[in-house]
């Protein structure tokens, strides 16, 4: 059973930097995509970033401007959100996000998709 368990979220400072973490454990991981989602407060949940198992990497809109950066480590099932510096605009619940496809990008509706428990950041002004 695929489980993720996301860390490295609170509180920090705007213009402070942030790096979030998650490990997936219960089976194989080879050639499966990772990434980052985030539920802002009264938002919908979006994209953030997504790296697929080859390596490719795909940014939100908003993670498109260079201050968000999506890293991993295939040996330990491991993926990574760097955010830096912080606004307080990032304030969210950011969920890592496994799936078998091999595409960067992640669609919110996307039922093959499997979800972490999320991690709150909140970035004080």
């Known amino acids: 059973q695929v489980k993720l368990v996301e860390s490295g979220g609170g509180l920090v400072q705007a213009g402070g930097s942030l790096r979030l973490s998650c490990a997936a454990s219960?089976?194989?991981?080879?050639?499966?995509?990772m990434g980052w989602l985030r539920q802002p407060p009264g938002k919908e949940r979006e994209f953030v970033a997504g790296?697929?198992?080859?390596?490719?990497?795909?940014y939100g809109p908003d993670s498109q401007k260079g201050r968000f950066t999506i890293s991993k480590d295939s040996a330990k099932n491991t993926v990574y959100l760097q955010i830096d510096p912080v606004k307080p605009e990032d304030t969210a619940v950011y969920y890592c996000?496994?799936?078998?496809?091999?595409?960067?990008?992640?669609?919110?509706?996307?039922?093959?998709?499997?979800w972490g428990q999320g991690t709150q950041v909140t970035v004080s002004a």
């Open positions: 219960g089976r194989t991981f080879s050639g499966w995509s």
């Open positions: 790296i697929s198992g080859s390596g490719g990497s795909a």
């Open positions: 996000a496994v799936k078998r496809s091999g595409t960067s990008y992640f669609f919110v509706s996307d039922e093959s998709i499997y």
